[in-house]
């Protein structure tokens, strides 16, 4: 695998959640693991059902689509429980994608959080996204690619840390935008 | 001077001069030439007099602040005509600063767009700014640093294009969320 390739990372920004409708989402978009090439942005609605949409729209909107080898996003869910589905997600862009955690995710608590909001509707689109696999110090769950290819991308670009750089940077530029300054995370 | 010393970039988003009232400014804090660390941001009047106070609050008031070697800016003005008085952004934060310019400004122009506004009173900002000193392929002004104290920071900076490093990122941030996609550019 080249080491040039192009990574889209992805990230909500910081929202508060009993106020905000809806909370801006960041793609930036690596080539391998130091150069950002470009930035991607869209809005989802907070704790809906738009995230994969539009995601899909963001991406194969861009300019960078022919090149863009993998996307990577920094857990399954932007805005809350706006929960992506990370199948149809790969289908409709015909793009691998990793779904990156640094713990592995309580799936009880996140459960007992969605009946008392009454959307346990989301909760098959959670197990939809499959096996939660350890990879040296996080966790991923994959679509459209099997564990050793994903295992080269995360190479590629963990190249400052144990967090993918794509989704570094998109973490940080969504704290720094919607805080004023962004606070920092490994 | 050590390569991994923290800059900041400062560049404008995307506005619409028409209809926007103020514009997203965006602060890229950079160890070296390239390792983003952090993120600021803050917003100015379009075509106001804010720009100088709101940008030293953002950078007195945030954790990189005792770490900052230097301040680089994408030009003199940000929200169009929102004129930044060098040499006071120099005096309050303590930080030196460089104005980088692809182009040598054409003042003449400048000048009888500030006419029609009626806002020549913005003049001696620009001409306060000092000296346009050609380095390399850019334009810059100084305050508060010497030319080749300058030039050590550009050195160090400039690793993927002519534009320095920070002001890149700042400027494809500030893009990609006013714009949905950054446009790029060398």
Redesign the interface.
């Known amino acids: 695998m080249k080491k040039e390739i192009r990574i889209l990372g992805v990230d909500d920004a910081s929202f508060d959640k009993f106020n905000d409708k809806r909370v801006?989402v960041?793609?930036t978009v690596f080539r391998g693991g130091?150069?950002?090439?470009?930035?991607?942005?869209?809005y989802v609605r907070v704790d809906g059902k738009n995230s994969t949409n539009k995601l899909i729209e963001?991406i194969n909107?861009?300019?960078f689509k022919p090149q863009l080898q993998c996307i990577m996003l920094d857990g399954i869910a932007l805005g809350g429980f706006n929960i992506v589905d990370v199948q149809m997600l790969n289908r409709k862009t015909g793009i691998p994608v990793i779904v990156v955690m640094r713990d592995y995710p309580d799936f009880k608590k996140i459960e007992s959080a969605l009946r008392k909001l009454k959307k346990e509707g989301k909760l098959k689109l959670l197990k939809k996204a499959g096996e939660v696999i350890k990879v040296d110090n996080i966790h991923i769950q994959i679509a459209g690619v099997d564990l050793k290819k994903a295992k080269q991308f995360l190479k590629i670009s963990c190249t400052?840390s144990y967090v993918p750089e794509p989704i570094r940077?998109a973490h940080?530029?969504g704290?720094?935008?919607a805080m004023?300054?962004?606070s920092?995370r490994a």
Do not use: A, P
Not at 34 to 42: C, F, M, N
């Open positions: 801006l960041i793609g130091s150069w950002l090439d470009g930035v991607l942005s869209t963001m909107g861009c300019k400052r940077v940080l530029i704290q720094g935008i004023g300054e962004s920092g």
